[in-house]
């Protein structure tokens, strides 16, 4: 088969549905971004490194977004229906998972490279690539292989996943602006529980919690505009170990804020916020080292951030609310959110399990669960643990 007829396939086939797939096209740069620029794909970003992929794809590429790898965490929370990444120079673990959270139910992620040896970070010993190529060519759906030397290598079926996969938010006393935002049951939660912790007379602590993809960090960014709109909250600060980590935050607060018909303004360089104000309420982010009490302080990536640092900024300010991955490249995982939980003063919790971004059970993200190791066992239940427990 045509190689860009197979890759229009699975992007065509995918489309409107709430799976992601996966593409690897080998073979010299210009012929591989001739296959890739003939293919019809709305919203496409490139992924790249200086080198010769970028060469080629800036002239093959015409009219498409690009992102080097080392600003691409200013990207995070942008969702695109194609994202190619640029491994003719190499592939860092931690960019293919970055990109691939780029990609939004329905979308494909395209690899691109000479050969399988470029999937592993310059100068390593090369097994990531090997094991790469074994997980991926063991996807049972939802994947192509392309060498175009050779042809269409590997062509699983696809399947598109449900269309709808979240069901809303049920009338609960939440305004109707807010309710459209949300995406499930969840998120409304995390709304009320920040209602409540800004409400009661003693300070307290509210962590929200759950893997990547589950609206965490949307959800406090609508909670935020909701108690903003209600007045209960005027001054806020959001810190993080970078302002890149508070984006998807800002951008649903901002979000929140527009439905609410709440005027406000919004600083920071190029498309980044560093805070927003209005008459009566200023959010603004501040890094972790030189955060400073207010009534309300969010911690973007908790655990990242650092259990002790946490425990002195819930000592120092009245509300706090920590938002923390459990299976994350960012190196979060189980073991940080229990010594989070252990060290912080008695809090609320809610934990987010239902895909925001894509359909649960999405091929892709199971993919990188195995090949990142992002969902190990809990060390507390293997045999030798619980032997030590006895």
Not at 130 to 159: C, F, H, P, T, Y
Request: hydrophobic share 45%.
């Amino acid at each position: 088969m045509n190689a860009v007829k197979a890759l229009e396939e699975l992007i065509e086939g995918l489309r409107g549905g709430g799976y992601r797939g996966l593409a690897v096209v080998l073979g010299p740069p210009h012929k591989v971004y001739r296959v890739v620029a003939e293919v019809n794909a709305s919203n496409p970003i490139l992924v790249y490194w200086p080198g010769r992929g970028i060469d080629a794809a800036r002239e093959h590429l015409r009219g498409w977004d690009t992102v080097y790898v080392g600003h691409i965490h200013e990207r995070l929370g942008e969702e695109h229906d194609l994202v190619v990444i640029d491994a003719f120079e190499g592939l860092q673990a931690n960019t293919l998972a970055a990109a691939a959270e780029m990609v939004v139910g329905g979308g494909v992620l395209v690899l691109v490279a000479d050969d399988w040896s470029r999937f592993s970070a310059p100068g390593s010993e090369g097994r990531f690539h090997a094991r790469l190529r074994r997980l991926v060519e063991e996807m049972s759906v939802n994947r192509l292989i392309i060498d175009l030397e050779k042809g269409v290598v590997l062509q699983s079926r696809v399947e598109r996943g449900p269309e709808r996969w979240w069901g809303g938010v049920e009338a609960r006393g939440l305004p109707g602006w807010l309710s459209r935002l949300l995406c499930c049951e969840e998120q409304a939660r995390v709304v009320e529980e920040a209602e409540k912790l800004v409400s009661e007379y003693e300070a307290g602590v509210l962590l929200v919690t759950g893997d990547r993809g589950r609206g965490k960090s949307a959800a406090v960014g609508l909670a935020i505009a909701y108690l903003v709109a209600r007045r209960r909250i005027g001054d806020v600060v959001v810190t993080s170990l970078s302002p890149h980590n508070a984006q998807t935050l800002f951008q649903w607060l901002a979000r929140g804020l527009k439905a609410a018909r709440i005027r406000f303004k919004a600083w920071g360089p190029g498309r980044e916020y560093h805070g927003v104000k209005g008459a009566w309420f200023r959010i603004r982010f501040l890094e972790a080292w030189r955060a400073e009490p207010a009534p309300l302080v969010v911690v973007e990536e908790a655990a990242a951030v650092g259990p002790a640092r946490v425990r002195r900024l819930a000592g120092r300010t009245r509300n706090l609310i920590a938002v923390t991955t459990v299976h994350g490249y960012e190196g979060s995982g189980r073991y940080w959110l229990r010594v989070l939980i252990n060290q912080l003063p008695s809090p609320r919790i809610v934990e987010l399990k239902t895909p925001v971004r894509f359909a649960p059970g999405d091929p892709l993200e199971q993919l990188l669960y195995h090949l990142l190791i992002l969902d190990p066992p809990d060390p507390e239940e293997l045999p030798a643990c619980k032997r030590l427990r006895v």
